[in-house]
């Protein structure tokens, strides 16, 4: 019977494979080819091959002598802010995601599912919407500077808006629950004997959570990072809305190749190599997941 | 029992999780609040009014790339799910097969790969079979869609199919009845409960998607979340926190049943 399943039961799922490979994967590997074609005059491409696109990733020709060419300064800016805030996103979500996951996994089970519930809402709910909120409460008129300018603590709004502070803080609201269910997660296994184990051998809190919680919640502040960094690196709405055209991240640079910008074998050239830091960051994450399990299962 | 020493506790970590609760809803709460505002600012509270829902509700616009967004979302979850259902029936309880993780791979793709990479390859694709086939209806954006409800469809089903009973079906067969008895029969009804939990994430996920959609849209394809991105480059009125409760609402509507169906699973 097993022999008779495999044989032909996996058709089953070629309708969807069909859809996935026309409308997700399919387009992907056009990307790579684009990437190594020319510009055409009005968008679109020309098909002549060159490796012009992905020179002017890093580089840039000098506007008057084409052949003089320099490092684009102005593209390893966005990549350089594309990581930077990334990793500070990821740091915050785990700053606060560790103590709030922690606070759900020791409430009892009656009101656990409330408070997991809690962070499920925002989980789900448009995160245009949420970006949105962030653009009311940091507005120049919005609720922070208003509450600052009535208190008499500043005479003039502070230009919250439009800057990589406001990409940062929109960013960490939108992808937190990205961390805390994962801990949630890693957290509601945890054996508590071993932590009391810990306290009866006169260790201290610090000692405890250093030595014995953290260890044993790893996998957990793993799966979260790389939940929490993925979406930040790839972000287009959140710093476009919060960003504006001066903290520009490198989906936002690639969403410009096909608009005003109109190179579009430089946006796919972009494309790629966002494809190839996400794609580095996972094949990082399974490794790192295949070393801490090793030991325990084998 | 308050004073006692547990191990649970962690000095400051319930003011830090009670602060993050705030943090993650007073954003919402504000939002939401300042859509009853009478008046048209987003920070002078002017007394209680309904009417930037009227507004909204009103405005042709919104009630246009409304419809259009909860037609798309309903066709694409939908074939989303039957595609998922078939593709959780292929690959989940049999045995393992050659070129089983590429098909784990192909379905969970729109999960890693970045909203605007797959935005913009489809633009590509598109704006080629466009000059080709000179077709520019919604099929492209059903296509797009319901690509990527697949994986979130098929994360429920297969999970359900996984956890249930097979005896149930040998059962069946000992019975006498025929593959497709035993399936429409058996193993179909107790699938039902991750069926439905597959579409409504599929459905929510359709409705949420901004960046696919900006990229694939042809002229008059606007929905409502696109709508919204080009709305909020300008000063905002009331109207958008109305239009945002409303979508708000449905999504917690959406999101609870889901909680619900899925805990009954256990």
């Not at chain 2, 098929?154 to 009973?165: E, G, K, N």
């Not at chain 2, 109305?242 to 609402?249: E, M, P, Q, S, V």
Request: proline share 5%.
């Amino acid at each position: 019977m097993e022999r008779e399943r495999h044989g032909w039961k996996w058709l089953l799922s070629a309708p969807a494979l069909v859809v996935l490979i026309a409308a997700a994967s399919g387009p992907l590997l056009i990307v790579a080819v684009y990437s190594l074609l020319s510009p055409g005059e009005m968008g679109g491409v020309s098909w002549v091959f060159s490796t012009e696109a992905w020179m002017r990733v890093f580089m840039s020709r000098d506007i008057f002598e084409p052949e003089i060419i320099s490092w684009n300064s102005a593209h390893f800016t966005v990549f350089w802010r594309t990581i930077w805030l990334s990793m500070q996103t990821t740091l915050i979500c785990a700053v606060l995601g560790f103590p709030t996951a922690w606070f759900i996994a020791t409430r009892p089970p009656a009101s656990r599912t409330l408070w997991l519930f809690l962070i499920t809402i925002p989980f789900w709910t448009n995160l245009l919407i949420r970006t949105f909120a962030i653009q009311e409460l940091i507005r120049n008129s919005g609720t922070i500077n208003s509450i600052l300018m009535w208190t008499g603590l500043i005479e003039r709004p502070i230009q919250l808006l439009y800057t990589d502070f406001a990409v940062l803080l929109g960013m960490s609201y939108v992808f937190l629950p990205l961390m805390i269910l994962p801990l949630y997660a890693a957290m509601d296994k945890l054996d508590f004997r071993l932590v009391e184990a810990g306290y009866d051998l006169y260790a201290s809190r610090m000692q405890v959570l250093r030595h014995v919680i953290i260890p044993m919640v790893k996998p957990g502040f793993i799966a979260g990072s790389i939940l929490v960094f993925i979406p930040s690196i790839g972000a287009y709405v959140t710093p476009r809305i919060l960003g504006g055209g001066r903290t520009m991240m490198m989906g936002n640079l690639i969403g410009l190749q096909f608009g005003q910008g109109q190179n579009w074998p430089l946006g796919a050239a972009l494309s790629v190599l966002l494809l190839v830091i996400v794609v580095g960051a996972l094949i990082f994450y399974l490794r790192v997941v295949n070393r801490e399990e090793g030991p325990r299962h084998g | 029992m308050a004073n006692a020493f547990s191990v649970k506790r962690l000095p400051g970590f319930g003011a830090i999780a009670i602060l993050t609760f705030v943090m993650l809803y007073l954003p919402i709460v504000i939002l939401v609040v300042y859509s009853f505002n009478a008046g048209a600012s987003q920070s002078n509270w002017e007394g209680f009014s309904l009417r930037w829902y009227q507004t909204a509700l009103s405005n042709s616009q919104v009630q246009e790339v409304s419809i259009r967004s909860l037609w798309l979302a309903v066709t694409a979850s939908g074939i989303a799910t039957v595609l998922a259902t078939l593709a959780a029936l292929g690959t989940t309880r049999v045995s393992r097969f050659p070129g089983q993780t590429m098909i784990y791979a192909l379905i969970n793709q729109p999960l890693m790969v970045p909203e605007i990479v797959t935005g913009i390859a489809l633009l590509i694709f598109v704006a080629f079979l466009k000059v080709n086939t000179g077709y520019s209806g919604m099929g492209y954006m059903v296509a797009a869609h319901t690509a990527f409800c697949i994986p979130f469809a098929y994360l429920p089903i297969q999970a359900r199919l996984q956890t249930m009973d097979s005896t149930l079906e040998t059962a069946a067969a000992d019975l006498y009845a025929s593959p497709v008895q035993a399936f429409r029969y058996v193993t179909l009804p107790l699938l039902v409960p991750g069926i439905i939990a597959g579409f409504m994430l599929g459905f929510v996920i359709s409705l949420d998607t901004v960046v696919i959609t900006e990229f694939v849209k042809s002229a008059g394809q606007e929905t409502l979340p696109t709508y919204m991105l080009g709305q909020l480059r300008r000063v905002v009125t009331p109207e958008m926190n109305a239009i945002a409760t409303l979508f708000l609402a449905l999504s917690v509507v959406i999101v609870t049943a889901f909680f619900l169906i899925t805990r009954k699973r256990g």
